[in-house]
C-alpha cells in the first residue's frame, strides 16, 4: 500500500467518482497517512473549486490531504493549463498528456512537448503516466530532464491494472529513471473507492528491476511530506 499517494481524482474530476471525505474515510481505514487530491485541470473537465484550495482542511490530524492539481499539456510549446490564482494554495503540482491532445504523433514529438513543459513550468512535480501508450514518449530524455529539474517520474498502478500500459513498458520507464537516478513517485491515480493506495499492480515491477528505494519520493510518508516541503521551498 503507499502510505502517501500523490494522484487521486474525486468527483471535481468528470472521471471522479467520490467526495474527499468519502475518500479521507477509506484513507482512515486502511492505514494510509494522506493523498493528494489532484483534479483534472479545466480543459477535461475539472472543475477546480475554491473553497477546497482556500479553506479546506482536513478534519483527521492522522491523514493529511494535499491539495493538487493534475494539469494537462496545451501545445507543442509546452503550456499547461494551471490556473495561477490556485498556485499560492497548492502542495503539489502533476503535469500529464490526456486526450484534449492529439494522439497518433511520434515518441519524438511527446518527448520535446514534455520537455518544453518542465523548461516553461518549474512549479510542476510530478509528470502523470509516462508509459501511456496513447503518447509514447523517450524514457530516458524525460529521466534525465526531470532529474536535473528535481521532478519525479510517475509509476502509475491504474495503468498496469486496467491496462492502458504494459509492464513491459513500466520495466523500460523504470529503468530509464534508475540509469539517470531520476526519482519517481508511486501512485493509485484513484478514481474509483478501492483504488485508493493501490500498489499492487507495479509493486512486482519496482522489485524486477531492482528499483532503488532512495528513488522513491513516497516510498514512506515521512519520505512524501519531505518531497512536497523540498519542492515548496525550491519555489519559494
Ligand atoms: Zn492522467
Ligand atoms: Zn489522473
Known sequence: ?????????????????????????RARKIGMRGFAVTDHGPTIGGRLNSVFFERFISPDPHVSILKGIECNLL???????????YLRFLDIVLLGIHPNFPKG???????????AALRRNPMVDIVTHPNDATYPVDYEALAEASAAAGVALELNNSKIRYPRSTPAEAVALLTACK???CRI????????????????????????????QELIVNRTASAAFDFVEERRSSKR
Not at 1 to 21: Q, R
Open 105 to 115: 504523433l511520434d515518441r519524438q514529438a511527446y518527448t520535446e512537448m514534455m520537455l
Open 75 to 85: 501545445d507543442r510549446e509546452g503550456a499547461i493549463d494551471l490556473p495561477g490564482e
Open 185 to 212: 513517485a508511486v501512485n493509485s491515480d484513484t478514481h474509483a473507492i478501492h483504488e485508493l493506495g493501490d500498489d499492487a499492480a507495479v509493486a512486482p515491477l519496482l522489485r524486477q528491476v531492482d528499483f532503488p
Open 179 to 181: 540509469d539517470t537516478r
Open 1 to 25: 500500500m503507499i502510505a502517501v499517494d500523490f494522484h487521486v481524482h474525486s468527483i471535481f474530476s468528470l472521471c471522479g467518482l467520490h467526495t474527499v471525505l468519502e475518500l479521507l474515510e
